[in-house]
Nanobody, 126 residues
Framework: QVQLVESGGGLVQTGGSLSLSCAAS????????MAWFRQAPGKEREFVAA????????EYADSVKGRFTISCDNAMKTVYLQMNGLKPEDTAVYYC???????????????????WGQGTQITVSS
């Protein structure tokens, strides 16, 4: 059974930093993209960043480029999201996700991901 477990959420002031972790178990994701999405109250879930561990290919949403960094550990079982320069508009529940199949590109749509974590709250105060 595949499990994605996020950790590292919390409350931070504008301009601060937080780091999220996502530990994967149940299957190997080294050759499959793993991503972070977020969902703010009243809004649709949106793509934040993704990485394909075996190749280190990465994708970022324009809204987080230059502020957020996605990475993974050497075992390619844990994915991290380092968030710097946080803004109130970054406030959301952040979800880890993983694709089940490789289609040649990193997908950025919610429907492209088959496995999801439970989510972790990030609140940025102004």
């Amino acid at each position: 059974q595949v499990q994605l477990v996020e950790s590292g959420g919390g409350l931070v002031q504008t301009g601060g930093s937080l780091s999220l972790s996502c530990a994967a178990s149940g299957r190997t994701f080294s050759d499959l993209p793993m991503a972070w999405f977020r969902q703010a109250p009243g809004k649709e879930r949106e793509f934040v960043a993704a990485i394909r561990p075996i190749s280190s290919e990465k994708e970022y949403a324009d809204s987080v480029k230059g502020r957020f960094t996605i990475s993974c550990d050497n075992a390619m079982k844990t994915v991290y999201l380092q968030m710097n320069g946080l803004k109130p508009e970054d406030t959301a529940v952040y979800y880890c996700a993983a694709q089940r199949d490789w289609f040649g590109v990193i997908l950025t749509n919610v429907g492209g991901y088959n496995y999801w974590g439970q989510g972790t709250q990030i609140t940025v105060s102004s």
